[in-house]
Antibody, heavy 126, light 111 residues
Framework: EVQLVESGGGLVQPGGSLRLSCAAS????????MSWVRQAPGKGLEWVSV???????YFADTVRGRFTISRDNSKNTVYLYMNSLRAEDTAVYFC????????????????????WGQGTLVTVSS | QSVLTQPPSVSGAPGQRVTISCTGS?????????VHWYQQLPGTAPKLLIY???NRPSGVPDRFSGSKSGTSASLAITGLQAEDEADYYC???????????FGGGTKLTVL
């Protein structure tokens, strides 16, 4: 069964750091695009980051320079490292496997997201 | 302000048909990138409902269908059931932002 399980969320002070983990089973993360999406309390979905199978990474403007994404192939796990956290980063963070396609210029991009993990809550507050 | 625009809410009686629109621009839907739809039941993670504009993953009832035209897309739900009450999100890719983009979400209420 294909499954994703996030962990690592919790309460952190503004300016602090946190590492989220996304453990995959039923497939290999290194052969797939893996993405993080967050949802602030009572709000909609916001894409955060993706790591391509080849290692290329992309970030949303709101987190670029503060967040990094990586994976440990031996543990079949993807990580989201969050630094300089702000109150507005408070959200449930979901990881998801991303399908991909390429456009007319040969650029590879994220298509749909499936499956999703159950999410882990990050609260940034003093 | 979401890149893709959805109505905040729609409603319908059991058995009726409802549609949810998703409007984008020339850098996302209008550029030819596919639209995907997700269903999020209260307190749960989003679930893929429609991919590639009009394809249903295994297990999704054929009451759900998607379409795309120009810079917009739509999700249609026929034969509304109480269990369809949820939030629905559209998603695509935006070449100007080099980012995955979502609609703001639409809350479906079954009357």
């Amino acid at each position: 069964e294909v499954q994703l399980v996030e962990s690592g969320g919790g309460l952190v002070q503004p300016g602090g750091s946190l590492r989220l983990s996304c453990a995959a089973s039923g497939f290999t993360v290194s052969s797939n695009y893996m993405s993080w999406v967050r949802q602030a309390p009572g709000k909609g979905l916001e894409w955060v980051s993706v790591v391509y199978s080849g290692g290329t990474t992309y970030f949303a403007d709101t987190v670029r320079g503060r967040f990094t994404i990586s994976r440990d192939n031996s543990k079949n796990t993807v990580y989201l490292y969050m630094n300089s956290l702000r109150a507005e980063d408070t959200a449930v963070y979901f990881c998801a496997r991303a399908s991909w396609d390429y456009d007319s210029s040969g650029f590879f991009y994220v298509d749909w997201l499936d499956p999703w993990g159950q999410g882990t809550l990050v609260t940034v507050s003093s | 302000q979401s890149v893709l625009t959805q109505p905040p809410s729609v409603s319908g009686a059991p058995g009726q048909r409802v549609t949810i629109s998703c409007t984008g621009s020339s850098s996302n839907i209008g550029a030819g990138y596919d639209v995907h739809w997700y269903q999020q039941l209260p307190g749960t993670a989003p679930k893929l409902l429609i991919y590639g504009n009009n394809n249903r993953p295994s297990g999704v009832p054929d009451r759900f269908s998607g379409s795309k035209s120009g810079t917009s897309a739509s999700l249609a739900i026929t034969g509304l059931q109480a269990e369809d009450e949820a939030d629905y999100y559209c998603q695509s890719y935006d070449s100007s932002l080099s980012a995955v983009v979502f609609g703001g979400g639409t809350k479906l209420t079954v009357l």
